[in-house]
């Protein structure tokens, strides 16, 4: 492979730029509506994870924790505090 295909053109930058802020501004939408109705960001974020899940079967802890790039532990207690909330069920 030559250098020439391993360089990152100006419109590749353009887009990963695009992208970022398209990303940002979504995070930055989920921490707004989590603090508007009681919950933490990480757990918006889970509860998009769990609505959003493909497929008949349910998600593991350790599926849930890879999707949101999180420690299977850290994973457990974020689940323990939105079963506490009803918001969630094992």
Excluded at 49 to 71: C, S, Y
């Amino acid at each position: 492979m030559n250098n020439s295909a391993l360089e990152t053109s100006p419109i590749d930058y353009q887009t990963l730029g695009a992208f970022r802020a398209a990303l940002r501004k979504f995070l930055r939408m989920s921490e707004v509506i989590a603090g508007n109705i009681g919950l933490t960001p990480q757990q918006h974020q889970m509860l998009l994870v769990v609505r959003g899940f493909p497929g008949k079967d349910e998600p593991t802890v350790g599926i849930l924790a890879r999707r949101l790039q999180i420690r299977h532990n850290s994973a457990v207690g974020l689940i323990n505090r939105l079963v506490k909330l009803r918001l969630v069920r094992r």
